[in-house]
């Protein structure tokens, strides 16, 4: 079983920069960030193919955030820049343990971290 542990969170002001991590306890293919405020739906954010060369993002974070991977790390990163109070959430890094090639919907995922809290003041 892999186990994922995010880290970087924290509270920043709008326009500000975040960088989080989520190390794994094993390899995996690929890899994927989600967040979930309060009271609303898990939402897909961007992933990663196992090698790096494909990668996805959501609209909402296109051109501001950007998503990479040290597989000799068993690491992967999501850079956050130009924050927006609507970023704010709890953010989820996700395995699959069966695909290399990235997908957006939480069911592809086998492997999922805690979260880490990112707060985002306007």
């Known amino acids: 079983q892999v186990q994922l542990v995010e880290s970087g969170g924290g509270l920043v002001q709008a326009g500000g920069s975040l960088r989080l991590s989520c190390a794994a306890s094993g390899r995996t293919y690929a890899m994927g960030w989600f967040r979930q405020a309060p009271g609303q739906e898990r939402e897909f954010v961007a992933a990663?193919?196992?090698?790096?060369?494909?990668?996805t993002y959501a609209d909402s974070v296109k051109g501001r955030f950007a998503i990479s991977r040290d597989n000799a790390k068993n690491t992967v990163y999501l850079q956050m820049n130009s924050l927006k109070p609507e970023d704010t959430a709890v953010y989820y890094c996700?395995?699959?343990?069966?695909?290399?090639?990235?997908?957006?919907?939480?069911?592809?995922?086998?492997?999922w971290g805690q979260g880490t809290q990112v707060t985002v003041s306007s």
């Open positions: 996700a395995g699959d343990r069966d695909n290399t090639y990235p997908r957006t919907i939480p069911e592809a995922y086998d492997y």
């Open positions: 990663i193919s196992w090698s790096g060369g494909s990668i």
